[in-house]
């Protein structure tokens, strides 16, 4: 009984975790101060400068972004990333243990419930003072859904 109870509440605190940090505005969330006081960045320059590439319509760069702007920006993508990997592994043990789903059913409804999740973040960002909605992060919540995915069918496969 508290197995089941335990496992359909996991993806809800995902999904609130997802919830929370969407509903703040950006100022709240900047990392840029932190990251400069406590973290020696000077060292990544060198690492950082050949990085440019074009996102939501505008360039990621050293020369635009700043060193500490490029370090939060490849931490906030790796968190959409590691953040829907978890809802994907946690929507998947739930519908596990809590249906009689084969593995593949649980599988595939998990993907489609972590995918919508990431659309509906999108939209409920679009309601949140300075934030905007893309779907450039759908594409990365989905790929850490994916990178689930595999995890899941590499465990399943080294099971048998």
Not at 136 to 145: E, F, H, K, N, T
């Amino acid at each position: 009984m508290y197995k089941r109870l335990i496992f359909t509440i996991l993806p809800f605190t995902v999904m609130g975790l997802i919830f929370y940090f969407s509903s703040q505005p950006y100022g709240e969330q900047d990392m840029r101060p932190s990251l400069s006081t406590y973290l020696p960045l000077e060292l990544l320059r060198p690492l950082l400068a050949p990085v440019s590439f074009t996102y939501h319509g505008g360039e990621v760069s050293l020369a635009t972004h700043g060193i500490d702007g490029l370090v939060e920006f490849f931490i906030r993508k790796g968190a959409h990333i590691s953040i829907f990997f978890l809802l994907m592994i946690t929507t998947y043990a739930a519908f596990l243990v809590n249906t009689r789903w084969n593995k593949r059913t649980a599988v595939i409804s998990a993907l489609v419930v972590t995918v919508l999740y990431a659309c509906f973040d999108e939209y409920h960002q679009s309601l949140t003072p300075d934030r905007t909605p893309y779907i450039g992060d759908v594409g990365l919540d989905s790929a850490g859904a994916l990178i689930a995915l595999g995890v899941i069918y590499a465990g399943n496969k080294r099971r048998k």
